[in-house]
């Protein structure tokens, strides 16, 4: 089955550590974004790649961090930079496609982390 | 940057009644009006979804309407059932290559 995996689901991690989140996708989608979910707050961009080896920053970026060295990977690193980093994060993918338009955007499960 | 506003943050409904959820952009080139269905503990899922050109777009019980004069966008849910009970964020986006901005959410509750 195609689809977007988020892993793990729930992350407990100690204050100061930085933590890597894992996105793999399956459906050759070019695009690849991540979002925090926190309560109240609606779906915040950290960062998102349009194609392998580029990304870029979103609204949120400070104390994170990216790669995209596949299609199918877009890693996402909380470093301990992140104030605040305990949060439901969210992986999603889109075809890019070259128009003028934007696509629909298939997410992952999530993943809880938490800090203490 | 692309502001979206969703309103009301919360709505309570007797299963059967509608319920309209409604949300506000700024940017006028904005052109991909999408929205989203999460559970609990679970990814959003696209429920429908509306282009520029187009000002109404049904499916069974859904349906969204665009006033992109006014720039806001609403979500029409009729004959509510339990298993509507969930949150529900609107989206827009503008051109390829950007991605998807995202409401605050309206959490639905719809009692038998």
């Known amino acids: 089955d195609g689809g977007i995996t988020q892993s793990p689901k729930y992350l407990f991690r100690k204050e100061g550590q930085n933590v890597t989140l894992s996105c793999e996708q399956n459906l050759n989608h070019d695009a690849m974004y991540w979002y925090r979910q926190d309560p109240g707050q609606g779906l915040r961009l950290i960062y998102y790649s349009q194609i392998v080896n580029d990304f870029q920053k979103g609204d949120i970026a400070e104390g994170y961090s990216v790669s995209r060295e596949k299609k199918e990977s877009f890693p996402l690193t909380v470093t301990s930079a992140q104030k605040n980093p305990t949060a439901f994060y969210l992986c999603?993918?889109?075809?890019?496609?070259?128009?003028?338009?934007?696509?629909?955007?298939?997410f992952g499960q999530g993943t809880r982390l938490t800090v203490v | 940057g692309e502001n979206v506003e969703q309103h009301p943050s919360t709505l309570s409904v007797q299963e059967g009644d509608s319920a309209v959820i409604k949300c506000t952009y700024s940017d006028s080139a904005s052109n991909y009006f999408p929205w989203y269905k999460q559970e609990l503990g679970k990814g959003p899922q696209l429920i429908i979804d509306i282009r520029s050109n187009v000002g109404e777009k049904k499916d069974q019980r859904i349906a969204v309407t665009l006033n992109k004069t006014a720039k806001h966008f609403s979500l029409h849910i009729t004959e509510t059932q339990p298993e509507d009970s969930a949150v529900y964020f609107c989206a827009v986006g503008s051109r390829a290559g950007t991605a998807l901005i995202f409401g605050k959410g309206t959490t639905l509750s719809v009692s038998s």
């Open positions: 999603a993918s889109s075809i890019r496609v070259d128009s003028e338009m934007n696509t629909e955007a298939f």
